[in-house]
């Protein structure tokens, strides 16, 4: 009788391939959005197939020359024994990719948006205000409008009254979205309700010069100018100019971020190394911190959280936390428990900070109160791809992908 284990050992390999494919793809599609039912369902298949291989195999097997099992048979089968189970534990679990979550923490579907129909070109900022986000996209001289309950597209601005010209910060009020548009040298006003054109602000006056962040708070509407080391406050009411700040004393020096927190103004300075705060009812000069334990190094985000600063140093891979109250110091978050990889842009939510990670592909959540580490999200359901502008809602964080064309919704808990 002829000896057929090569042949077994074969259809064995097979089996045991399927069944490991299987157990991969089927934990993916609990967590992938909006590919999840697709690898669940391939996953399924490729699961249950391998076992009818496997099964069959050893139904059919006919006894080799030397009876009992070959030792690749063996190994083939508790291979494939070995991947249903850590198939199993990871359905079980429905652990998420790339993902340190503590022990009791669940969170719902992540969801990543993308594709033509979007408009996404260079995402770079991204406002909230309650109904809708809005996205400006920095190479294609666009905003993006979403729908913040779905996601879905709205509409995306372009051309025409718009002027935008490489749009980079974006802010909203309430009831208009203020957009500075860094190589026109101006800003744009629409209307928060409808994207509708209001105006667009430019000339001398204004002081303009790569308006790179816009932040709006109160009556009040601040843009820095990140080429000409000022600030400018405009009303939030009619777009009128109300004061440019520059000088000896304020020290700008690469503005490139800037937050309000109803009393104060915080804006980090790039080039400086350092943060100035400025009073929100006048604009004067407060205080400028630099040096020693603040360790700024090339500061790009900063947010106010109402009793604390937070401020994220992209060069030095740390953020630093600051007392709103007096600017003092608090702590420097930094090693590599908190995977910081050139942290850029920062959002709280109340209870957590929220950290984009720009060359590592991933986002740090940390609890507001302390600074702790809670997670660290990466991986390919979360579609990260050199992530950019990151704002909250309330029950959703929303980050923009620069180098993805795509944006990613994650639940705040």
Request: aromatic share 10%; glycine share 14%; charged share 15%.
């Amino acid at each position: 009788m002829p000896d057929d284990s090569g042949r077994q050992s074969g259809w064995y390999a097979v089996g045991a391939a399927l069944t490991a494919s299987g157990c991969a793809l089927f934990p993916l599609g609990l967590t992938t959005t909006p590919r999840s039912r697709t690898l669940q369902f391939l996953g399924l298949i490729a699961f249950v197939a391998g076992l009818a291989v496997i099964i069959c195999t050893m139904i059919a097997r006919r006894p080799p020359a030397t009876p009992g099992p070959t030792r690749f048979q063996i190994i083939t089968v508790v291979a494939s024994l070995l991947a249903m189970g850590v198939g199993g534990f990871a359905i079980f679990n429905q652990g998420q990719p790339g993902r340190s979550q503590p022990t009791g923490s669940s969170k719902k579907a992540v969801s990543v948006y993308s594709g033509d129909s979007y408009g996404f070109i260079v995402p770079w900022r991204i406002a909230v205000d309650g109904a809708h986000v809005w996205v400006t996209n920095k190479v294609g001289d666009s905003v993006t409008e979403l729908n913040a309950s779905d996601g879905s597209w709205a509409q995306t601005l372009v051309g025409g009254s718009y002027g935008f010209g490489a749009p980079e910060g974006i802010a909203v009020d309430g009831t208009h979205v203020w957009i500075g548009n860094s190589d026109g040298d101006t800003v744009t006003e629409l209307n928060a309700s409808d994207g509708s054109w209001v105006q667009t602000l430019s000339g001398a006056s204004y002081g303009f010069n790569d308006p790179h962040a816009i932040t709006a708070g109160g009556p009040n509407v601040w843009v820095a100018n990140n080429l000409s080391n000022s600030v400018t406050e405009l009303n939030a009411s009619d777009g009128s100019w109300v004061r440019t700040l520059s000088g000896g004393s304020y020290r700008f020096a690469g503005p490139s971020a800037i937050a309000v927190d109803g009393t104060h103004v915080w804006v980090t300075n790039w080039t400086g190394d350092s943060v100035t705060e400025l009073n929100a009812d006048d604009g004067s000069w407060v205080r400028t911190l630099s040096g020693g334990s603040y360790r700024f190094d090339d500061p790009e985000g900063i947010v106010v959280d109402g009793t604390h600063v937070w401020v994220t140093n992209s060069g030095g891979d740390t953020v630093t936390e600051l007392n709103a109250s007096d600017g003092s110091w608090v702590q420097t978050l930094s090693g590599a428990s908190y995977r910081f990889d050139d942290p850029w842009k920062i959002a709280v939510d109340g209870t957590h900070i929220w950290v984009t990670n720009n060359l590592g592909d991933s986002v740090t959540e940390l609890n507001a109160s302390d600074g702790s580490w809670v997670q660290t999200l990466s991986g390919g359901s979360y579609g990260f791809n050199a992530p950019q502008g990151i704002a909250v809602d309330g029950t959703d964080v929303w980050v923009t992908n620069d180098a993805g064309n795509s944006v990613t919704e994650l639940p705040t808990g």
